[in-house]
């Protein structure tokens, strides 16, 4: 079975700082990796995946990701914060089975001040 | 294209009744998958349905049940509903074979009373 973790359920920052939102997982199989993203009131929103290939993953908004087998890990970063990245953000795993099946963390409200 | 369907967005329920969720998929996704979003428990996985089977099933209890029809589209329902059924229902559709990405619809918000 696959799980995911978010360290930290809040994460505050100034617009113009780093973002780093932190997502380890586990998985007996190479896994698929994503982050997602949603604003009040809405579904979620693709950020990026990681699926085979280049470790290093390039998503919408500016946001990227890079994947670390030996460190379980997937943190998203964005260099510079907007007030509009402010929304919830989950990570999310599953296996190269096939299956449509996600497993998300228990997500990552990101809170921008000015 | 027009992106994954849910209807209603909003329902207010009582105890005890049973309530239906209506999913459409994005035109040639034929992978309908059902997610449970509370505050407490997080996003959990209810069902994913392929081709009017269902191909995978979470740990819900058995009021909790689905069906897919030959256009793809989904249907969830939940009988007897509980105060702890109050919670965020979406729905995901994708291509099949292989996971690329799942496209979630903006959810159903389930409030029983």
């Known amino acids: 079975a696959q799980s995911v973790t978010q360290l930290g359920s809040h994460v505050s920052v100034s617009e113009g700082a780093l973002v780093l939102l932190r997502c380890n997982y586990s998985?007996?199989?190479?896994?698929?990796l994503f982050w997602y993203v949603q604003y009040p009131n809405q579904g979620l929103q693709l950020l990026l995946k990681y699926t085979t290939g280049a470790t290093l993953v390039k998503g919408i908004n500016g946001f990227e990701a890079e994947f670390k087998k030996s460190e379980t890990s997937f943190h998203l970063t964005k260099p510079s914060a907007h007030m509009s990245d402010a929304a919830e953000y989950f990570c999310?795993?599953?296996?190269?089975?096939?299956?449509?099946?996600?497993?998300f963390g228990k997500g990552t409200m990101l809170l921008v001040s000015p | 294209k027009a992106g994954v369907t849910q209807t209603p967005r909003y329902l207010i329920k009582t105890r005890g009744q049973q309530v239906t969720l209506s999913c459409s998929p994005i035109s040639g996704h034929r992978s309908v998958s059902w997610y449970q979003q509370t505050p407490g428990q997080g996003l959990q996985f209810l069902f994913e349905y392929f081709s009017e089977t269902q191909r995978n099933k979470g740990n819900f209890p058995g009021r909790f049940s689905g069906r897919q029809f030959s256009n793809s589209r989904s249907e969830m329902n939940v009988s007897t509903l509980e105060l702890g059924d109050s919670a965020l229902y979406l729905c995901?559709?994708?291509?099949?074979?292989?996971?690329?990405?799942?496209?979630f619809g903006q959810g159903t918000r389930l409030t029983v009373v």
């Open positions: 998985s007996s199989v190479p896994p698929y």
């Open positions: 999310a795993v599953s296996l190269n089975s096939g299956y449509s099946t996600l497993t």
């Open positions: 995901a559709s994708s291509l099949v074979g292989e996971i690329t990405e799942a496209f």
